[in-house]
């Protein structure tokens, strides 16, 4: 288990780091009533980082073996984080944030906590192949149905500390005022983490699944 969570780690760390959400989670815990929006908005990141990890990882079990379109569905992503890579080095300049994240003093909790859910799972394009990713490793290496519960939970826990921490910063002024100087920092280098970040892992991840398929 721990020599599967340590190959997790890095997949998840590219889903901590994801600006957007993480901007997100910012903005909505500065907004009014933020103290409730922020946990509501952390929850549904999580649960939404932990259904689609969970969906592809239990399409192994329970066969003899890993069917080989996963180790194929694991070089698309590869090449999905490629993609990304070079999206975000050409927007590399843009300072621009989704509409949604404009109008976030109006969210209610549950619509705070669907916007996390929704990030997580379809409008953020960065989270899909990370979180599909995770499952493939944990789908290949068969830990049963209890432990590929456990390890993906682990991995959208780690995932979502970003959210977790913005939550508990709005609590303390020091805490607001540094989510302030958070969210600067997040629009200006965001581009820089996540670069070589999908660069590293897109090649980790091919590279492994293409010695999967050529086999022993």
Known sequence: MLEILGELLPIAVGVL???VPNIGAILIAGSRRGAVKAPAYAVGWFV?????????????????????FVHWLNVILGLVLFWLARKE??????????????????????????????????????????????????????????????????????????????????FTSAGSAALGRL????????????????LVLGTLII????EAIRGP
């Open 17 to 19: 780091v994801s600006p």
């Open 48 to 68: 939404g980082v932990l259904i689609l990890t969970l969906v592809l990882s239990l399409v192994g079990i329970g066969a003899g073996g890993t069917p080989i």
């Open 89 to 170: 080095y050409l927007n590399r300049d843009r300072k621009e944030l989704p509409p949604w994240m404009e109008a976030v003093d109006d969210l209610k909790s549950y619509q705070a906590g669907l916007a996390g859910l929704t990030l997580a799972t379809i409008a953020n394009p960065k989270s899909l192949p990370l979180s599909a990713a995770a499952g493939v490793v944990v789908a290949e290496a068969r830990l049963g149905f209890t432990g590929t519960i456990v390890a993906c939970a682990v991995f959208a826990a780690v995932g979502s500390l970003g959210m977790v921490l913005v939550a508990v910063l709005r």
């Open 183 to 198: 969210k600067e920092w997040l629009a200006e280098n965001g581009p820089a983490i996540t670069i070589p970040l999908f």
């Open 207 to 210: 590279t492994n699944s293409l």
